[in-house]
């Protein structure tokens, strides 16, 4: 069955400091995978996702994704974050049947 | 370009009673999915329609039903109301145009709480 780990349930990073959160997905074909961030109170928002072609994906707020199907990961990355940048992140694989397969999220908080 | 409401904001019920949740997707999209997340989670897939038909279904009981209406809105019914039913229910509406791996856009939620 199709479903994503992702391994830290509470990350810091202090402000303009590096960040990359890890996923890893179980998923048997090329799986579509996304990432979405959710702050306190409100629906999901799309940063980035990957269907096919350049593993090295582009996103918004300047996160990018790599996908490394050898490691089965799909792990989220910022060169520098803001303090605007403490949400939730989850990652997700869209499995079969149209089920959005999500992880259980990663909290981060940014310290300044 | 209105993005994707839902309503109410908020709901309290008590166990055994029935809910109906809201959600008007975006405009442009044919596609609308449910999703469940509890407190602590990431969302869990409830069901997904797709030109008022269901289009898949995830590890939900049939108390779960939705409908999806001619101008693309749906709603969300719960039956028979428990309490490990309270969570933020969140609605995505989407455009299926071929095989997989649409995005998404997902309301700001219901908070049902179940007493």
């Known amino acids: 069955a199709q479903s994503v780990t992702q391994p830290d349930i509470h990350i810091t990073v202090s402000e303009g400091a590096s960040l990359e959160l890890r996923c890893n997905y179980s998923?048997?074909?090329?799986?579509?995978l996304f990432w979405y961030v959710q702050s306190p109170g409100q629906g999901l928002q799309l940063l980035l996702k990957y269907f096919s072609g350049d593993t090295l994906v582009q996103g918004i707020k300047g996160f990018e994704a790599e996908f490394k199907r050898s490691q089965s990961s799909f792990n989220l990355r910022k060169p520098s974050v803001h303090w605007s940048d403490a949400a939730e992140y989850f990652c997700a694989v869209e499995a079969d049947n149209n089920d959005m397969r999500f992880g259980a999220g990663t909290r981060l908080t940014v310290k300044p | 370009e209105t993005g994707v409401t839902q309503s109410p904001t908020h709901l309290i019920k008590t166990r055994g009673q029935q809910v109906t949740l809201r959600c008007s997707s975006q405009?442009?999209?044919?596609?609308v999915s449910w999703y469940q997340q509890a407190l602590g989670q990431g969302p869990q897939f409830i069901f997904q329609y797709y030109r008022e038909e269901e289009n898949g279904r995830g590890n939900f009981p049939p108390r779960f039903s939705g409908l999806q209406f001619p101008n693309y809105s749906s709603e969300l019914n719960v039956n028979a109301l428990e309490l490990d039913d309270s969570a933020l229910y969140l609605c995505?509406?989407?455009?299926?145009?071929?095989?997989?791996?649409?995005?998404?856009?997902f309301g700001p939620g219901t908070r049902l709480l179940v007493l």
């Open positions: 995505a509406s989407s455009s299926i145009l071929r095989g997989g791996g649409e995005t998404q856009y």
């Open positions: 998923y048997g074909a090329t799986p579509y």
């Open positions: 405009s442009g999209h044919n596609t």
